[in-house]
């Protein structure tokens, strides 16, 4: 009896040994998982914050300061050359249109820093090509020739051309970010799509409005004018009038074409 218990007891020990071990590994691998998943969700958290600063960052740039200095630059076209409004709309452009590269420039940084930059969605090709032309866009700002040059009419054809080209690009691409961020994070970007097309909607709208008002103008002008003429005809005397249709001399016909035409 004494010879049978010395083995029951070393199995027993055996066994509570080995069970507290799988208890203490099974537990050492269940906090270990815990702490991955962990570590898995602070990090999808931070990527998407870090995906919306981003998105923020080149809206802000592209989608509303850049547009913005567009229409002041368009505004300062129709002012007297050299007087305080045009200066005053000329360092406006120039403030936000350099403040857009700024934004820009880090946003694209920050892109190449914390993402993962494969090049092979059209949202990564676009950027990269619209970040390139904004850069040669702000030198040719820089290096303006002044008024006069014959090189003047050649800078501003480049940079009015250049300048559309990578203000409809960031337009576009702001819509391929949005795209991006849904299809990453899952989260719903209608609210941000409804909202940057009301955005675009009015800046276009001023951008066409800004040619019409010289000639609403115009037109206010020509139709208050045939109203007041045919208003002073109507208090002529009947007689009057008959006089001045009357014929005259030849020499006084000659003398008015040659008022016209002088």
């Known amino acids: 009896m004494h010879t049978l218990w010395k083995p029951l007891a070393s199995f027993y020990v ?3 040994l080995f069970s507290d ?6 537990g050492n691998h269940s906090s270990s998982h815990n702490n991955t998943n962990n570590k898995v969700y602070k990090m999808n958290q931070q990527k998407t914050s870090d995906i919306a ?5 080149l809206w802000a740039s592209t989608g509303f ?7 002041l630059i368009r505004g300062s076209i129709k002012a007297e050359p050299g007087s305080r409004r045009s200066k005053v709309l000329f360092y406006l452009h120039v403030g936000f249109q350099m403040l857009s590269v700024l934004l820009a420039t880090v946003g694209a940084a920050m892109s190449l820093k914390k993402f993962e930059n494969s090049f092979d969605n059209n949202h990564q090709k676009l950027g990269l090509a619209l970040y390139g032309a904004i850069l040669v866009q702000g030198l040719i700002g820089f290096f303006r020739p002044h008024r006069g040059k014959k090189e003047r009419s050649y800078w501003y054809l480049l ?22 961020y849904h299809k990453r994070t899952l989260k719903s970007t209608t609210l941000w799509t409804i909202l940057f097309t009301v955005e675009v909607t009015i800046i276009g709208l001023v951008y066409l409005f800004q040619d019409k008002v010289e000639y609403m103008k115009k037109q206010g002008v020509i139709i208050g004018s045939e109203s007041s ?9 009947q007689s009057q009038t008959q006089k001045e249709l ?3 001399a030849c020499g006084r016909k000659r003398n008015a074409l040659e008022n016209l035409f002088d």
């Not at 300061?65 to 229409?71: K, R």
């Not at 003429?229 to 005397?237: G, K, N, T, V």
Request: charged residues 5%.
């Open 14 to 16: 055996s066994a509570l």
């Open 21 to 26: 071990c799988m208890a203490y590994e099974e």
């Open 53 to 57: 600063v981003h998105g923020l960052l």
């Open 65 to 71: 300061l850049m547009p913005l200095g567009i229409l």
């Open 159 to 180: 940079h009015w051309i250049l300048g559309t080209i990578v203000s409809l690009t960031g337009v576009i691409n702001i819509y391929t970010g949005l795209k991006a």
């Open 229 to 237: 003429i045919l208003s002073s005809i109507q208090d002529i005397p």
């Open 246 to 248: 009357l014929p005259v």
